[in-house]
């Protein structure tokens, strides 16, 4: 035990690494397959990066602890007299000083241990057993930061307990690259933290900014921090502009006309003939929008996920913008009344959280099934990708051709660049469902699993009504019926 131990165990996994470096190389006794040495050759190389995946999440948990016994044991060694923030300093450096990582990197770094460590044994497991990878368990860290012990562990077993009563569905967390899991631990935080979005929403707004950083090469980055349905919806109507712009003889990319279209908005004054042909006023139709401007013809539809008592206002619990995420029920009531030309409103169940009714202003046969797709769906279904479901194509996974059907459970919305991947090589999406998207077959037969929206039923207002009443009705209760029962009745009639 001790200092040989590991000197010893170090240089195993040296050796080991010389091996597998071998492999990678080609320069093997045996080949991977006798009867097709190249296929083995490739299936080979995918097998290393598999097991590579496995072995780098249980050397990050090996770092942890090891970083989180060193910064227990030399604040033993320093004793009392040294102050607590000098000692966290030092231990930070030394760390960066071994890991070769600047003095925030560190000091992240030394956090996230500690987190792991100390206060998330669900996520500790996985990373040891390279079910997670660092990256995933930073995602952890950060979401759960802000919630107290119940709620870190509420979040961890949702998503790392199959057996957790409600677990999260479709697409393993390690299997999706850490930016999704991202996105679904922050709506699921959203959901049952006891914070209040609409405070942490108004800090927000009062933080809001406009910021320049220099760049290389003679180029800058004009960024703004604004409330989401603003920024949604000037993101999507600039993609909308762009995307008709896009002809034969328009040589620039969908990224380069945005970035001009853009230009063109804040270095004009948005009036012009040209502006308003060309679609550059990008003035976002949410809540507080400005209005001043002659207002672009571009028109990019956003769905607006609305549980039916939070539009109502008898529960505060967030809605969900297409696009974004979780948003303060407060703008998404706004959007709502407000008409937004944009914003299109999606009711969900109370009982079960699904989809239950589509604005009518978008019902059309062809509109509505793809608004179905866009809300199963959320996102281009390839794994990874987190293109908006706004820019992307309706797709048959089984042909028409071959006898495939014009439905929800034969239909994808991939984004342009994996419908090509889909129609140029042997990428093949599998078979989907009324709720949920296809799967991904790659050319070497290996499937993975699609991300599948975390849709839950909404949470009910208090069963007591103040009078009894529904405001201006008749008395609701009737027949032993509760009166949100009774007036949910009559809601979801009111809205068939």
């Given at each position: 035990m001790g200092k040989a131990t590991v000197v010893r165990a170090f240089e195993e996994i040296k050796a080991a690494l010389a091996v597998l470096n071998a492999e990678a190389d080609g320069a093997r006794a045996v080949p991977f397959s006798a009867a097709d040495p190249l296929a083995g050759l490739a299936d080979g190389c995918l097998e290393i990066l598999a097991g590579s995946r496995e072995v780098e999440a249980g050397i990050a948990a090996?770092?942890?602890?090891?970083?989180?016994g060193y910064m227990e044991s030399a604040a033993a060694v320093a004793g009392p007299d040294v102050p607590v923030r000098a000692q966290e300093m030092a231990v930070a450096a030394e760390i960066g000083c071994v890991l070769a990582l600047g003095p925030r990197a560190a000091s992240s770094f030394l956090v996230t241990s500690h987190a792991v460590t100390a206060t998330l044994p669900r996520t500790l497991e996985a990373l040891q057993a390279g079910a997670i990878s660092w990256s995933h368990a930073v995602v952890m860290a950060d979401e759960t930061a802000c919630l107290d012990p119940a709620g870190a562990a509420a979040l961890e077993a949702h998503f790392l307990d199959p057996d957790a009563p409600d677990p999260a569905r479709g697409c393993p967390v390690g299997q999706l690259p850490a930016h999704r899991f991202k996105a679904k631990a922050r709506t699921w935080r959203e959901r049952h933290q006891a914070g209040s979005i609409e405070?942490?929403?108004?800090?927000?707004?009062?933080?809001?900014?406009?910021?320049?950083?220099?760049?290389?090469?003679?180029?800058?980055?004009l960024s703004a921090y604004l409330p989401a349905d603003q920024a949604l919806a000037g993101w999507n109507r600039l993609t909308a502009a762009a995307r008709g712009m896009q002809g034969p003889d328009e040589p620039r990319s969908m990224p380069q006309l945005r970035a001009d279209t853009f230009a063109e908005a804040i270095l004009t004054n948005g009036t012009t003939n040209d502006a308003e042909t060309r679609g550059s006023s990008i003035f976002t139709e949410g809540a507080g929008a400005a209005r001043d401007r002659a207002e672009s013809p571009i028109r990019a539809q956003v769905?607006?996920?609305?549980?039916?008592?939070?539009?109502?206002?008898?529960?505060?619990?967030p809605a969900?913008?297409?696009?974004?995420?979780?948003?303060?029920?407060?703008?998404?009531?706004?959007?709502?009344a407000s008409g937004a030309g944009s914003f299109y409103r999606v009711l969900v169940d109370?009982?079960?959280?699904?989809?239950?009714?589509?604005?009518?202003?978008?019902?059309?046969v062809t509109g509505a099934m793809r608004a179905w797709l866009r809300l199963r769906d959320g996102k281009c279904p390839f794994p990874g990708c987190s293109n908006n479901s706004l820019d992307n194509d309706a797709d048959h996974i089984l042909a028409w051709a071959n006898g495939g059907t014009t439905g929800i459970s034969n239909l994808g919305q991939p984004c342009p660049k994996h419908h090509k991947l889909r129609h140029t090589t042997a990428w093949k999406p599998t078979p989907a469902t009324k709720n949920e998207p296809p799967g991904?077959?790659?050319?070497?037969?290996?499937?993975?699993?699609?991300?599948?929206?975390?849709?839950e039923p909404p949470r009910w207002p208090d069963r007591k009504w103040p009078d009894g009443k529904w405001p201006g009705s008749v008395d609701l209760v009737r027949h032993g019926a509760s009166p949100w029962e009774d007036a949910l009745e009559r809601f979801l009639r009111a809205h068939a």
């Open positions: 090996v770092k942890a602890k090891a970083a989180v405070k942490r929403h108004a800090k927000g707004v009062a933080d809001r900014r406009v910021e320049f950083r220099p760049d290389q090469d003679g180029m800058a980055w769905l607006v996920t609305v549980p039916v008592f939070s539009l109502l206002g008898l529960t505060d619990e969900v913008l297409d696009g974004y995420g979780p948003i303060p029920p407060s703008m998404a009531r706004a959007l709502v109370p009982r079960d959280g699904a989809p239950l009714e589509i604005g009518r202003t978008s019902y059309r991904w077959t790659s050319p070497t037969g290996r499937h993975y699993q699609s991300e599948h929206q975390d849709w």
